[in-house]
């Protein structure tokens, strides 16, 4: 229930991994365990690529989620495999990131790109309850634009029948993240090229109404971070 979520984050773990295969073992200096720091990047994205197993084959699939608390919602048809997977108790991941830049250096080795991301691992639960699924739910819509789950028609119950919600928990989490200019070697400073940065960010462009009465009802609200 959503009582249940109302864990602090730092409840979950403290400033190390929560387990081996959460630790990251390479370029260990941008790692980091911190709660809110896994928080603030999943609230900051829009597309989490879900990994699971079926029929001893590995498959990710892309899709929007949502945060409430201390889990992620993860959605999508009743009859979805990947849903069907999670639902059973079987091993899955979400795996978040944050495009920020592409960074250019004096060799090719060295060109890199800087980025936010978080991998979520863990064991999902299926959300059966009414109350808490219509939450979730209501939460995706948020995210998309905040205050629009109460202006809309929420699911009947022949729609939510038909939608599966699962919540993985942010308990065994890593967020890796990139900053700064290229780390060229010593002996490649001579080399006569441009370096730098290419900062990136995700911006969204005027919206476009249906072409029926659309126009006469104010503009939804962009989604949260997204200039």
């Not at 991301?117 to 863990?122: A, E, K, N, Q």
């Not at 205050?147 to 919600?165: D, H």
């Amino acid at each position: 229930m959503l009582g249940d979520m109302n864990r602090s984050a730092s409840s979950l773990y403290g400033s190390g991994p929560a387990s081996p295969r959460s630790t990251i073992r390479r370029r260990v200096q941008r790692a980091s365990y911190d709660p809110e720091q896994v928080f603030a990047i999943l609230d900051a994205g829009l597309v989490a690529h879900v990994a699971f197993v079926h029929a001893e084959h590995p498959f990710v699939i892309p899709m929007m989620y949502a945060r409430i608390d201390c889990e992620l919602m993860l959605h999508g048809s009743a009859v979805s495999r990947m849903l069907e997977v999670g639902a059973s108790g079987a091993a899955m991941s979400a795996c978040v990131t944050i495009l920020d830049g592409l960074v250019y250096a004096r060799s090719a080795f060295h060109h890199s790109m800087n980025y936010r991301s978080v991998m979520v691992l863990g064991h999902a639960r299926e959300v059966t309850d009414e109350a808490e699924k219509r939450a979730w739910l209501d939460a995706l819509i948020e995210r998309s634009a905040p205050g629009r789950s109460k202006q809309v028609r929420p699911a009947n119950t022949k729609e939510l029948a038909a939608t599966r919600v699962l919540a993985l928990p942010i308990e065994e989490a890593s967020a890796k993240i990139r900053s700064g200019g290229p780390i060229d070697d010593e002996e490649d400073m001579v080399v006569p090229v441009w370096t730098g940065q290419l900062p990136i960010s995700l911006r969204a462009m005027s919206h476009l109404p249906t072409p029926d009465d659309a126009p006469k009802f104010p503009q939804p609200e962009r989604p949260r971070g997204i200039d």
